[in-house]
């Protein structure tokens, strides 16, 4: 029963983890989901029922089903190398990320999450001169 718990709690945390848009929460994620995984593979195995994988007398209702540690195995390796690819991709792609939360009501940008590139209407220019330009002559609007 403990271990099923184990294995609800680390997938739940995954979820929350994944539903949350920074990357390095969406790896961590990624992380408990795998090991949450592992768990309900091992248990798979009949944890409780069985002894070790090579008992001291091989007798097949004593000894372990070799199969769902093979896929444990395998699982493991596996999460590893994403895990790895995935933070690859967090610190290759750190510049261009956009998923974090805005942090005021202008954004973490300094933007008010216009598409079309103008600054918010109580945002003054940073250049006066910019205000001589024909294509302010309209308002800005091209």
Do not use: C, K, W
């Amino acid at each position: 029963m403990s271990l099923a718990i184990t294995a609800g709690l680390l997938i739940a945390g995954a979820v929350y983890l994944f539903l949350r848009r920074e990357m390095l929460r969406v790896i961590l994620g990624f992380v408990l989901l795998g090991h949450g995984v592992n768990l309900i593979l091992m248990a798979a195995g009949g944890a409780s029922r069985r002894a070790e994988p090579l008992g001291t007398g091989l007798d097949p209702t004593r000894v372990a089903d070799p199969l769902p540690q093979a896929f444990v195995l395998t699982a493991i390796v596996i999460a590893f190398a994403i895990t790895i690819y995935l933070l690859v991709l967090a610190v290759a792609g750190n510049q261009d990320d956009d998923t974090l939360e805005p942090t005021g009501p202008t954004g973490h940008d300094g933007h008010d999450g216009n598409d079309d590139g103008r600054l918010p209407p109580d945002a003054g220019p940073a250049d006066p001169s910019v205000l001589d330009s024909p294509a302010m002559a309209d308002g800005g609007r091209g």
